[in-house]
């Protein structure tokens, strides 16, 4: 059995890595954290909410159930719990400063929320992690985005996942939900790179392509424990 668990799934890559899993006839089921559920109904997808930042202490086996009508989940709860199941983890948790209102605020949840999701992923018995950082992620960047990033980077990898996979996409195509007046300005500059098919790393990519390049690579063996997945690997993967 396949299972799939996910974290930030009302975001742009979220919700079409979401809509690629539920595609996906190899996953089982899809298990999907969050703070609150989407509006969404699918036969494999599990929606547990909850305060993020304790998710360590979530009694998920009770939220799960709470969701089971006439013990559907059973099946799921008896996989994760027997350890007979393959886990792939999927975090696309992410913020902006003005949106966060903080730089603090940002951190706690681009760095300590992803690391809390690999935390308690990893203690449910889950072998690949895959996550949507940055293109310029950078430890010791001294820019603050992407310096959190590369930290965020860097902490996953003392996990030990058998694979961790950190993609790191140019600027993202998509139908946000909230206006972002530079991404805008940027992507209306940048879009002629993509009709032309130029620059294939720093041009714009869709959020559709990051997400089927994330779940393409899930379920591909690789001989690599730590991957850094740059944008036109993606463009590459999603084709």
Avoid: C
Wanted: hydrophobic letters at 45%.
């Amino acid at each position: 059995m396949k299972i799939a668990l996910i974290s930030g799934t009302s975001g742009l890559v979220g919700m079409q890595l979401l809509h690629q899993l539920m595609k996906s006839s190899q996953y089982d089921f899809i298990l999907s954290v969050g703070r609150r559920k989407l509006a969404l109904k699918h036969d494999k997808l599990i929606q547990i909410e909850g305060d993020l930042f304790s998710l360590s202490s979530w009694d998920w086996e009770a939220k799960v159930r709470a969701e089971s009508l006439g013990g559907h989940y059973n099946e799921f709860i008896d996989a994760i719990s027997s350890k007979t199941a393959e886990i792939h983890a999927f975090s696309s948790l992410g913020t902006t400063i003005k949106v966060a209102g903080s730089k603090e605020r940002f951190y706690a949840i681009d760095h300590d929320l992803v690391i809390g999701f690999a935390a308690w992923a990893k203690k449910l018995g889950a072998s690949s992690f895959l996550y949507v950082s940055a293109m310029g992620a950078d430890a010791t960047s001294s820019i603050f985005y992407n310096k959190v990033k590369g930290e965020t980077e860097e902490d996953l990898k003392t996990f030990q996942f058998s694979y961790l996979g950190l993609f790191r996409p140019s600027l993202l195509l998509g139908n946000r939900s909230e206006f972002r007046l530079g991404e805008q300005l940027a992507s209306i500059l940048m879009k002629p790179l993509v009709w032309l098919k130029l620059a294939k790393n720093i041009r714009p990519i869709y959020d559709y392509q990051v997400a089927k390049a994330m779940v393409s690579t899930a379920l591909s063996p690789s001989s690599k424990s730590v991957e850094v997945v740059t944008s036109g690997q993606m463009q590459d993967l999603s084709q």
